[in-house]
Structures are given as C-alpha cells and as structure tokens.
C-alpha cells in the first residue's frame, strides 16, 4: 500500500495539468512503441498519475518496471501513481524513504556534461535561480555575498535567473562587483561551473532531506563545493573532506579561507572528484540493476 502523501504544489491544478499531458503522451507516442518493439525493462523518471488504461497496457507487456521519482513528494504526491506496479521505487528526497515510498537515491550526473577544465578563471561562482519562497536560504546567502568584500577582490559570478521582486539584488550583485551571468543552457553552465576555483550550491527550502542535483555535479567538475550545512548529505559525501559546509553566518569566512589556501581548496576539489565519480548516471543504472537482480533474478537469465 502507497504511503499517504501530501498533494502537489501551491498551485494545485499544475500537476493534475502535467499527469493529463503525461498520459496523453504515452498514448499517442510512447505505448504504440512499446507494443511494436516491447523493452526488457521500463523506467519511469518522475511518474505522474498513470490512468487505468495506460497501466493495463503497460501491464500487459510483462516487462519489470522502475519509478524514480526526481522531486520531493510534498510537491508531487501524484508519484504514487504507478507505485504498486512497480519491481523498485526510487525517491529524490530523504524523508521519502523514511516514510516507505522507495529506496533513496538522488539523481547522479553527466560525466560527459560535467567534467574537469585546466582552466579556472572564476574565483567563486554561486549557483541556482532565486525563485520567491522555495529559495529563501539560497538568497539570504546571495545577498551576504554580495555585502561582502569579496565580489570587489575577486572574480565572483552568478549563474541563475531572478523573479522581478529581487532584480535589484541582482543589480546590487553587479554594482559590488561580481558578474551575473544570468539563465544558461546545462552544457554552458557545466563550462562555466569547470571553470571555477569554487562553486556555492545552496539547496531549495522545499522538502525535508533533498539533494541539490549539482550536488555531484559540481565535484565531478574537479571544482570545490560550498553548500548548506545538512547533516543527511553526509549520507553522499563527506563534509569538510569532500565538500564544505556552511552555516549562513560562517559561509563568507569560508569562502574567504578556501581563496586564501590554496592547497586546502585543491585537496578538497581532489576528494571531492573521487567520490563523485560513484554519483554518475552510469553508476545510478548500475545501483538499479544491482536491485533489479536481487527481486527478479530470473530477469537476467
């Protein structure tokens, strides 16, 4: 039985909206596929509500099945959808795992996307769109890196698009010196994320135990992360070994002592990379197939 589930977002017509296109999209495009050509495994990454005749069709390709739901379930309870159809449930968020809605396991990343430069010509980059109240942490610590000395000192970026109500952070951001560099396409950002000496990743307010999905990218850039301090990411990574983390009140001395030591910075950027490349895409299919193995051995007969 699914665990009871808090439903959707703020703006609750938005999922009911995107489980009606989902499934439209299955009919017309996805099933008639499958049914020509049947797959020996189905993997369904960040499942909507799937409607009755999508699941008899589904149902009757005798295929096993895997949901990996990408999103805290507080935002989309309609994950549970295809749950009880399942051979292995994945969750995004921590909290989810503990409440019995599938195993936890945050999305890895693009090995190919996300990978080492020689060159850094950023000195800190802060990373992540500020976004109205799921992002409250993430802006409390923009704006005291932007009061602070060292957008003037130091070549300082921002990558990351701003509703109106906060244009003038972003204005300010600028007038102190550093450059905001705005929304980019994934493969710009993995550049310019390569080319930095360090990369501040505040995760969202939203869920309880969620991974940033730059979490793993950032190290797998050979680039040193800077994050909150949530003692479940320990979990991932190792803190002060393999990342740094940071309280709102210490994050611009850290920032300032990573600058300052050099070897320091680099041995953590090192450790981070290594433990990173445990967090790819290609290992996540590994961990999937490792678990479909353990139900279902006859699968790989």
Request: hydrophobic share 40%.
């Amino acid at each position: 039985m699914a665990p009871r589930l808090g439903g959707g977002t703020p703006q609750g017509w938005r999922p009911r909206l995107e489980a009606r296109w989902y499934n439209q999209f299955l009919r017309a495009e996805i099933l008639p596929c499958l049914v020509r050509q049947p797959p020996d495994l189905l993997v369904f990454i960040r499942p909507y509500q799937i409607e009755t005749d999508v699941r008899a069709c589904l149902g009757r390709l005798g295929r096993p099945l895997v949901t990996w739901a990408t999103d805290s379930l507080c935002r989309y309870g309609s994950y549970a959808g295809i749950w009880d159809a399942a051979t292995c449930n994945y969750v995004f968020d921590g909290a989810d795992a503990q409440s019995g809605a599938g195993q936890w396991l945050p999305p890895g990343f693009n090995d190919e996307l996300f990978r080492p430069s020689d060159q850094k010509d950023w000195d800190v980059l802060f990373v992540g769109r500020i976004f109205y109240r799921l992002y409250e942490r993430r802006l409390r610590t923009l704006q005291c890196l932007t009061e602070s000395g060292l957008p003037a000192a130091h070549r300082v970026g921002w990558a990351g698009s701003v509703v109106r109500q906060h244009r003038s952070l972003a204005q300010r951001f600028q007038d102190k010196g550093g450059v905001h560099l705005g929304d980019m396409p994934m493969d710009r950002l993995a550049q310019v994320i390569a080319r930095a000496r360090i990369v501040v990743n505040i995760h969202q307010d939203d869920g309880q135990r969620p991974v940033n999905p730059l979490f793993f990218a950032i190290p797998g850039c050979r680039t040193c992360l800077v994050t909150d301090r949530r003692d479940y990411l320990e979990n991932w990574l190792r803190p002060d070994a393999e990342f740094v983390p940071v309280e709102l009140e210490d994050c611009v001395a850290r920032l300032a002592d990573l600058l300052e030591d050099e070897p320091m910075r680099a041995r953590l950027a090192e450790a981070g990379y290594q433990a990173a490349l445990h967090h790819t895409w290609f290992e996540r299919v590994r961990t999937i197939l490792r678990d479909l193995h353990q139900v279902q051995p006859q699968f790989f007969a």
